[in-house]
């Protein structure tokens, strides 16, 4: 069992504890050299992502039929991961998640604003440089949608489908890119579920002002992966 493998794994149940994902949908990917992807399958006792283990996590090609899993089956959204390898600058993981916070601020068609800033201080500068929507609901079966989708993600991390979820992909070494693409659909979906609360309270959600923005610190990749995933891994429920 490679390090990436139990990563995924982990990132997998993280996910999970975390609300990104409902039952066995959602799935990660890590890049593996030019021609091959590590990706979240379902396996012949599937029981969801937060039942995830190693074993679940299988190696497939990039490019073909995946074949030899040995019982278990790729995504059907495979694409998504293929494509967004391929093509997303130097990605090297990808994370795709159906929030329903993030779902159900989609149906709002109104872009996630930097409504706060200390309160996170990632989120609030994802949301300031935009964070792009794909107009489709549609399950991304094919290379054709998975470009598309691609095409509207553009250099950005994550794009929100509408009704449907989040694509966010990292790059860097595959472990501290699986561990950053769940840190950024965790603040994505934070986002919208502080919209969400505005908009129930009868507010209207309104972007912080570019001077308290640019006063925010840079707290570093030291805290803002690394401490912040140690925090994740707490709320793990303990294996019995």
Known sequence: MSDITATIATACRVMAACGLVEHVLGHISARQGDSHLLVRCRGPREAGLAATEPEDIRRVPMAGTPDQLNGWTAPNELPIHRAVLRRHGLSTAVVHAHPPAVVAASLLDEPLLPIYGSYDIPGARMAADGIPAWDRSALITTDELADAMVDALGDRP?????GHGLV??????????VKTAVLQAIAVDTLARMTLAVRQAGGTPRAISDDDLAALPDLGGGFNVETMWRFLLTRLPAKA
């Open 158 to 162: 994550v794009v929100i489908l509408r």
């Open 168 to 177: 966010s992909a990292a790059g860097g070494d595959p472990e501290t890119a």
